[in-house]
Every structure is written in structure tokens, then in C-alpha cells.
T-cell receptor, first 112, second 114 residues
Framework: SQQGEEDPQALSIQEGENATMNCSYK?????LQWYRQNSGRGLVHLIL?????REKHSGRLRVTLDTSKKSSSLLITASRAADTASYFC????????????FGTGTRLLVSP | DADVTQTPRNRITKTGKRIMLECSQT?????MYWYRQDPGLGLRLIYY???????NKGEISDGYSVSRQAQAKFSLSLESAIPNQTALYFC?????????????FGPGTRLTVL
């Protein structure tokens, strides 16, 4: 079964609006990462947050992590049409091997 | 990411055929991975390799085999393809030098088994 579940499955917004997507997971993690995938293409790493961190920023991205609730959120501020993509969370597990387990993704559509 | 390349990019084959998907990387990473992506299921790990002599099964290895020919090359084979192996396949790499496992993905191979 999937470790990470993103919510919502799909999100449609206008340019300039903020987009928030959430990820919930089941087991203890070492870190949580967010990836972006443009249609039918490879995933691109966006940001990593460690289990002892609560918030991290990178440009227009803001990631939060709540290990007590086993959840994370990705906020994209001032969205652009070019942000249209699928976004996946991936949890890095404490298995000795840094295994990544991917969620099912959120499809974001940003309309001009 | 041009540092990780996959061939072919698209392949249509018939049930029962043997198929090999190839992955090459110029990032100098030790670790390589094969995933498959199906609609609504995200990415699932098929096999992973720490180095040339170390290969491990992922969560869905049945029906697949791999070969790590060199540090830079990791091939995925379907010995006898079946329709439910129709999917998008990704190769990825990561570095062992850090404590965290950011992965770098190839562009993917779209495989259709008829």
C-alpha cells in the first residue's frame, strides 16, 4: 500500500492564486520530499524537509511537516500557468537504506 | 534531466516478447533505481542497486529482472511481457555521499504490451 497519500487528487486555480496540497503518511520517516512531474515526463526534485524540521522555504515553495500528525503540506504562492503539473510527496524511511516511497500525487492546473 | 537517459522512450510490444529497457547516467552516482508508474498509483519501486555488485528487489519485482552492467548502466528486462506491465517506467539515481536520498529521474519509457 502507498505510504503517502496526497490531497486533493486534483486542484484547479487561477494564475496568481496560492495552491496548497497535502500529504499524509503512515510510518516513521527520516525525511519527506516533494517532486514535480510535467505530463508524461520524469520527476524533478523540489524540496526536502528533514524529520526534525517543521518548515522550509524555497523560492515560491513553502513546505511544512507535522510528524505528530504524520502530514506535510506544500504551498505554492503566486502560482503561474507553468506550475501546471503533478506533485508527489515521497517519504524517506528509516530502513537502513534510504528508501523513498511515493504518494499518488496531486494534479495541479493553473489557468491564465 | 539529461544526466539520466533512458532508451527507448516509447515501445510497443506483444505479449510474450522479451523486452529490455536501458538506463544510463553521467552523474557518477552509485545508486540506481527502476520504478513503474500507473495512473492513480504513483511510483512503485521495482528494483534498486547500491553498486555493481548489489541488486535488490523492490515492492513489485515479479516478472522483472535487472542487470547492473557498470556503475553508469542499469537495465530492466521483462522476460515475457504481459499486458498488465503496460506502464511508464522510470530510472532514477542517487548519491551515497549525503544522508538523504534525493533522486534524479530519467525522462521515462512508455511501454505498451498488446
Amino acid at each position: 500500500s502507498q505510504q503517502g497519500e496526497e490531497d486533493p487528487q486534483a486542484l484547479s486555480i487561477q494564475e496568481g492564486e496560492n495552491a496548497t496540497m497535502n500529504c499524509s503518511y503512515k510510518t516513521s520517516i527520516n525525511n519527506l520530499q516533494w517532486y514535480r512531474q510535467n505530463s508524461g515526463r520524469g520527476l524533478v526534485h523540489l524540496i526536502l524537509i528533514r524529520s526534525n524540521e517543521r518548515e522550509k522555504h524555497s523560492g515560491r515553495l513553502r513546505v511544512t511537516l507535522d510528524t505528530s500528525k504524520k502530514s506535510s503540506s506544500l504551498l505554492i504562492t503566486a502560482s503561474r500557468a507553468a506550475d501546471t503539473a503533478s506533485y508527489f510527496c515521497a517519504t524517506g524511511l528509516n530502513t537502513g537504506f534510504q528508501k523513498l516511497v511515493f504518494g499518488t500525487g496531486t494534479r495541479l492546473l493553473v489557468s491564465p | 534531466d539529461a544526466d539520466v537517459t533512458q532508451t527507448p522512450r516509447n515501445r510497443i510490444t506483444k505479449t510474450g516478447k522479451r523486452i529490455m529497457l536501458e538506463c544510463s547516467q553521467t552523474k557518477g552516482h552509485d545508486r540506481m533505481y527502476w520504478y513503474r508508474q500507473d495512473p492513480g498509483l504513483g511510483l512503485r519501486l521495482i528494483y534498486y542497486s547500491f553498486d555493481v555488485k548489489d541488486i535488490n528487489k523492490g515492492e513489485i519485482s515479479d516478472g522483472y529482472s535487472v542487470s547492473r552492467q557498470a556503475q553508469a548502466k542499469f537495465s530492466l528486462s521483462l522476460e515475457s511481457a504481459i499486458p498488465n506491465q503496460t506502464a511508464l517506467y522510470f530510472c532514477a539515481t542517487s548519491d551515497t555521499s549525503g544522508s538523504y536520498n534525493e533522486q534524479f529521474f530519467g525522462p521515462g519509457t512508455r511501454l505498451t504490451v498488446l
